[in-house]
């Protein structure tokens, strides 16, 4: 039950944010055409990240489950080289081909598109703790502004009304319009290590110093590796020319049968190390040296988990951020 808690949580806050406070372009509603809109990085992106927040307002998480949840959305969104090749606004107007769409052949999406689910949710979650840090302001107040403006009245809103209301809420206009032209019709994100450890929560490397075949996933075939996904342009793999159906022979001489194998042979290696790579394409042998990354992955951990002190004015922000009920 506690698995489908947070779908529930995203869907009723979408009483409010969509269903009331809903971006223009999705009107007239049309359902014989694919209704394109800039706006879903709120509309869909900032319910996410309310939807999370509310379990946690609720008790529902404790902190290390909410953090989990953090570490696991900016990840995906901070490791991703979707961002060098689209803003969140352009993300939003890709919904008609990837949310629930499908390609029968095999696309390059991995590389250049992030979820605006994932994506905005983060944004959000910038924009909390910015306004919380900088305005002694919160998402909260943003989002009850934009409900008097737009949704109580229901009327639709645009980018500028956006950007207008951020400038309200924050006293800020320089600021509000900085926001949108970097982080929203642009693919800046701020330094999250800095704005989580307000709130005694630390953004690190999970496994720092270890060696990695990076965002390679493997089908172990019993004579080797097959690659199942394509591979990441930000990848040494995708930079030794491996692809998705490559199968990997051998790794620095050692035959890949299992996943085992694999692990065998990083151990012996670091980061910035280079190996030879045999592989399988099309019933040809290919030969490639390859670089090893570090293992990328981000985790968020709180401050007691790792014996940092927790301040009064850590307390006080976690109070104020995710309720009393979340420690």
Partial sequence: MESL?????????HAWNVERIRP?????????????????????????????LTLARTGTFDLKEYAEGLAG???????????QYHSLVQMSQQAPFVDAARSVDPVNR???FISYYTYGSVTGLALDMTLRQQYGKTLDDYMQALWRKYGSPEKPYT?????????????????????????????????????????????????????????????????????TNG???????????????????????????????????????????????TFNRHGQTRSVTLTLDEVPTLEVVPYESINKPVTPAI?????????????
């Fill in 5 to 13: 808690l947070n779908t529930v949580s995203h869907e009723y806050f």
């Fill in 159 to 227: 980018m500028a009304d956006l950007e207008e209301t951020l400038a309200e809420v924050s006293g800020d206009a320089a600021w509000a319009k900085q926001f949108f032209q970097q982080s929203v019709f642009g693919s800046q994100l701020p330094d999250y290590a800095a704005l989580l450890a307000k709130a005694g929560l630390e953004l690190r490397k999970s496994n720092p110093g270890e060696a990695d075949l990076a965002w390679v996933s493997l089908n172990y075939k019993g004579d080797g590796a097959e690659i």
């Fill in 231 to 277: 591979t990441y342009v930000n990848s040494e793999a995708y930079k030794a020319g491996l692809e998705r159906s490559d199968v990997i022979l051998t790794v620095d001489g050692r035959k890949l049968k299992k996943a085992k194998d694999l692990q065998k042979v990083l151990k012996k290696h670091k980061p910035g190390d280079k190996v030879a790579v």
């Fill in 73 to 83: 959305d900016l990840n995906y969104v901070l490791l991703s080289p979707g961002r």
């Fill in 24 to 52: 223009k372009t999705l009107e007239p509603f049309n359902f014989q055409e694919a209704n394109m809109t800039e706006g879903l990085w709120l509309a869909e992106g900032f319910t996410s990240y309310y939807g999370d």
């Fill in 315 to 327: 307390e006080q922000y976690r109070q104020a951020w995710l309720g009393t009920k979340a420690g």
């Fill in 110 to 112: 991995h590389n250049t």
